[in-house]
């Protein structure tokens, strides 16, 4: 079982980024990935992107990191202006974060059987990046806070006797924010959704496919799996059937506290025959380490996740030094 709920911020991960990637160089930590999602607007604009996810079974954690345009920023001018909001299975409203026009802050807001709005201390800065986390928690009560750069800003509670559910969807609604009838840029990147675990100071290194390394045995090229095109697949045919490979792109920050774990993220689909479930394995010292396998959806693409918290060929913590260089996939 993984905490991860959902990883990334590429268009094969979020609906509506198509064409938005930058590698501006403030878009992104580049010790960390190699683009970021670049939104231009003005006030009186509104183009929004979404992720969902499964519901967590705890508190749902949202981490992302946020540069406001480098003018206006803390200008909101716009009665209509929301940053995000959060949807449940039955895509029900349960949580915001809304600029007013009173205060020009990020206020939380829990959306239970009354709206509860909090106060709020937090102003956007103009070009500054910053790391906002949301904390979303439902049962008797919804409560909401909101977090930039590991201080509290801003919380919410509303009771919720009506039985909302659980958080499922988070659309970033870029409505109306930053006032200023002129163009302006502000970037999202390396969004990360988890369950019951904080996203406060917790970062994701994503590298990717790089060549084909001990197994080979599913049809299709090593290109399929890096491209960003979700139409090109690798393809099994039986159960058992692995691929293999070395990896790329960034390595991370170059001093840590810790590393608190290894996860593979998958985008697959069960096919008509064939295996119907996948897992991502570690391949260390010449030895195999293969997660549970997920079973998959038929309709369309999954996310599926394998996470190691420790290393599975000594269960020591990881270290920079003992990441795995080769992973791969098992069909199942």
């Known amino acids: ?38 939104f231009n607007g003005s006030r009186t604009l509104s183009s929004p992107f979404s992720v969902g996810f499964p519901a967590p079974l705890g508190d749902m954690w949202l981490g992302v990191r946020y540069v406001p345009p480098s003018a206006d920023a803390h200008v909101i001018a716009e009665s209509g202006a929301s940053f995000l909001e959060v ?8 949580a915001q974060v809304r600029p007013l026009t009173s205060t020009s802050r990020y206020h939380a807001e829990a959306h239970g059987d009354t709206l509860a709005q909090g106060s709020s201390s937090y102003l956007a800065p103009s070009g ?34 009506s039985g909302k559910g659980k958080p499922a969807r988070v659309v970033f609604s870029n409505a109306h924010l930053h006032g200023s009838f002129s163009t302006r840029s502000w970037y999202y990147a390396h969004l990360a959704v988890l369950d019951g675990v904080s996203t406060i100071g917790r970062r994701f290194v994503r590298r990717r496919p790089a060549a084909i390394a001990s197994f080979d045995q599913m049809a299709g090229s090593i290109e399929a799996l890096n491209d960003g095109d979700i139409a090109s697949r690798v393809v099994s045919s039986t159960v058992g059937q692995r691929m293999s490979f070395s990896l790329t792109g960034p390595t ?55 996470s190691w ?24």
């Open 128 to 161: 500054q990046p910053q790391w906002v986390d949301l904390r979303v928690t439902v049962g008797a009560d919804i409560a909401v806070a909101f977090f930039v750069d590991g201080v509290l800003h801003s919380t919410a509670v509303a009771a919720n006797t």
């Open 309 to 332: 918290a420790l290393n599975p060929a000594n269960a020591s913590p990881w270290i920079s030094a003992s990441l795995p260089v080769e992973v791969g996939s098992v069909s199942a």
């Open 87 to 94: 949807f449940d299975a039955q895509n029900v409203k349960i």
């Open 1 to 38: 079982m993984t905490h991860i709920l959902h990883l990334g911020h590429q268009p094969t991960d979020i609906s509506g980024v198509a064409g938005l990637l930058s590698t501006d160089a403030v878009a992104f930590d580049a010790t960390l990935d190699v683009n970021g999602i670049r």
């Open 252 to 306: 991370g920050p170059a001093s840590v506290s810790a590393v608190a774990g290894v996860h593979i993220k998958q985008v697959a689909q069960a096919g008509t025959s064939g295996p119907d479930a996948l897992a991502g394995f570690l391949r260390i010292g010449g030895i195999s380490y293969d997660a549970t396998p997920v079973s998959l959806p038929l309709l369309a693409p999954g996310a599926v996740y394998s």
